[in-house]
């Protein structure tokens, strides 16, 4: 199993940003893919996921309103549009699979994980 993420970078506060992850090497027919990030000198943190089979979504506190989780289900890729970014947003977010049956922000759950990609939010 491969998770490939990218679209980080630099943005002013208050700007967009759109990461995507794309996901490949298995066959399964039900699986969820979430959002972590990991700030500097913090824990990393559950953002968004976002389930394969019917498009259940769910957020964290800190981004609810101001993310959107997307997939495209032909393409095995999630998209996550940040907007109206803050510099508390800046940190590596990373892109992870999981087969359970269980949509969670809990990073104990997701067997997978991509490489990451550097947001930093920063006039």
């Known amino acids: 199993v491969q998770l490939q993420a990218c679209g980080g970078g630099l943005v002013q506060p208050g700007g967009s940003l759109r990461l995507s992850c794309a996901a490949s090497?298995?066959?399964?027919?039900?699986?969820?893919i979430g959002w972590f990030r990991q700030a500097p000198g913090k824990e990393r943190e559950g953002v968004s996921c976002?389930?394969?089979?019917?498009?259940?979504?769910l957020y964290s506190n800190s981004v609810r309103g101001r993310f959107t989780i997307s997939r495209d289900k032909a393409k095995n890729t999630v998209s996550l549009q940040m907007n109206s970014l803050e510099p508390e947003d800046t940190a590596i977010y990373y892109c992870?699979?999981?087969?359970?049956?269980?949509?969670?922000?809990?990073?104990?759950?997701?067997?997978?994980w991509g490489q990451g990609t550097l947001v930093t939010v920063s006039s």
């Open positions: 976002i389930a394969s089979s019917d498009g259940s979504t």
């Open positions: 992870a699979i999981t087969r359970v049956r269980l949509i969670s922000l809990e990073d104990q759950y997701y067997d997978y």
């Open positions: 090497g298995f066959t399964w027919d039900y699986f969820v």
